[in-house]
């Protein structure tokens, strides 16, 4: 009774529900399941149900290949229809052949008729078989076309997301290293800032530490050392108050021997740079390459730019106190020394010239040393004036060498000197002793009113083209012993205030009239 009454509640529950809650579970989830069906099938595209998020569309111009299963109905239903077909046709024939009674001739025509009809029956049999495989074997292949062309919807969506990571860790990497450097830059930018700011101020030992900053932070930073070196530059071009001797205000020398000492330190920074080491395969790490300095209109102290590489210097109204070395230095582009004053000693032994060098209209106070000096592009000296010893032995001029109306107070050494092209002293003034011994001429030479007003030797000098000595005086003894002339000698106008010593084999045109009168 009581399973009688539950049952009774149940099935009012049942017919109480609204008509749609008592829908099938069964139903609902074959219909989901169409629907599911449905949304994967549009526009061709193929889906992998475990991966519902790689839909690759089938390539344009290929539909999807379907052959629809035969069920056991539809293979049952052919088999009896062909069955059926072939016992009504041999019925007919065999009820057609019996009418007109017993023959033999119909008898054997009706075995005939039931033979052709089992052949019939069976030879149906065999193409519905045959039938049968190639339907098999079409499904097989389409199966294994279908099978192959997932397999490669599934590579190309592989590849895409494979591609699609890449860029993905391309571009992070991109942002990671713009990030680095925009924080580096923000880095360097403010430890710059701070090292001038201490540059621009009033003790001089922040202007020390401000020198040392930049100095550390272009040696970390090879793309920031022409800004650093125009700074160093700007404030070396600066005016300076320097010391005097005797001191009238104790505190104020203290301070200005202070300057000294902070302009002295950016002059180091500069030079100590500049030099590439003693081998020239291998740099020194401090080497700072093609730079550019600016020292336009600057005061430098005892400057030394020995063994210095400099590609490019600006020295227009420089003035250099004290001594100047600039032994072994390398110009590798001009370099002009216009306008530029020495108060001492100048040194430019064995340094090289891969540019034009200008020195004109320049004053060289003290001792101008040019020893083993190499000019490729010409050098040029007009108007200049040495007012100590001037020294030029064993320079090699590749190219014209202008020493036009240049003065020299006293001794000029110019022994051993290669002169590779023209030679021109028009003009100039020697005051002192001179000295040509073993010079190479191997261009023209002109001294057209060129001075020697003590003695001179040409010792053993080669004059390989023409030698014009037009209107030079000689003041002192003309020492033209054991020199060549191989070509023209020019020595018209002449003045010999001691006949000079030659032999008839110094010429090779015959000796000149002028020395030949002098001579006698």
């Known amino acids: 009774m009581t399973l009688q009454r539950h049952r009774r509640r149940t099935c009012r529950t049942v017919r109480s529900l609204p008509r749609r809650s008592r829908t099938p579970t069964s139903s609902l989830t074959s219909t989901d399941h169409r629907r599911t069906r449905h949304d994967r099938r549009h526009d061709g595209a193929v889906t992998d149900p475990s991966t519902p998020a790689s839909v690759v569309p089938l390539p344009a111009g290929q539909s999807k290949q379907v052959v629809t299963p035969l069920s056991g109905k539809a293979v049952f239903a052919a088999a009896v229809g062909t069955v059926l077909v072939v016992v009504v046709a041999v019925t007919a024939l065999w009820l057609t052949l019996a009418v007109g009674g017993v023959d033999p001739a119909r008898v054997t025509a009706r075995l005939e008729v039931l033979r052709i009809g089992l052949s019939l029956g069976l030879g149906g049999g065999g193409l519905f078989a045959l039938y049968l495989a190639w339907r098999r074997q079409r499904s097989t292949e389409i199966a294994l076309l279908q099978k192959e062309r997932d397999q490669a919807d599934v590579a190309r969506a592989h590849a895409l997301q494979e591609r699609v990571a890449a860029e993905n860790r391309a571009h992070q990497e991109r942002v990671a290293v713009a990030t680095e450097a925009d924080a580096a830059a923000r880095r360097i930018t403010e430890l710059f800032t701070k090292a001038v700011e201490h540059l621009g101020a009033g003790e001089a030992p922040v202007r020390l530490g401000g020198l040392y900053a930049l100095e550390r932070l272009a040696q970390d930073n090879p793309e920031q050392r022409q800004s650093i070196v125009n700074v160093v530059c700007a404030y070396l071009r600066m005016p300076v ?258 006949a000079p010593r030659i032999t008839a084999d110094q010429f090779s045109g015959g000796v000149p009239p002028e020395l030949v009168e002098r001579r006698k």
């Open 241 to 498: 108050d320097l010391p005097q001797e005797p001191a009238d205000d104790p505190d104020a020398h203290r301070r200005r021997l202070r300057e000294r000492e902070v302009r002295l330190t950016a002059q180091r920074v500069l030079t100590g740079h500049l030099r590439p080491g003693d081998d020239p395969g291998h740099h020194t790490a401090g080497f700072w390459p093609d730079l550019e300095l600016d020292l336009t209109g600057a005061v430098l102290l005892d400057a030394d730019f020995s063994g210095c590489h400099v590609r490019a210097l600006r020295l227009p109204g420089v003035t250099f106190l004290g001594d100047v070395r600039f032994t072994g230095a390398t110009f590798t582009e001009d370099v002009a020394f216009d306008q530029t004053a020495f108060t001492g000693d100048v040194r430019f032994d064995h340094a090289t010239f891969a540019g034009r060098a200008s020195f004109r209209d320049m004053a060289f106070t003290g001792n101008a040393d040019f020893t083993g000096a190499k000019f490729a592009r010409g050098a040029r000296f007009e108007g200049a004036s040495f007012a100590a010893e001037a020294g030029f032995r064993g320079v090699r001029f590749t190219r014209t060498a202008w020493f036009t109306k240049t003065a020299f107070a006293r001794g000029a050494e110019f022994g051993s000197v290669r002169f590779a092209a023209d030679a021109e002293f028009r003009g100039a003034v020697f005051a002192g002793n001179t000295r040509f011994v073993d010079t190479a001429f191997l261009g023209s030479a002109h001294f057209h009113g060129a001075a020697f007003r003590r003695d001179v030797s040409f010792r053993e000098a080669v004059f390989t083209r023409s030698a014009n000595f037009h209107g030079v005086g000689f003041g002192g003894n003309a020492g033209l012993r054991d020199a060549a002339f191989r070509k023209d000698a020019e020595f018209r106008g002449a003045v010999f205030t001691q």
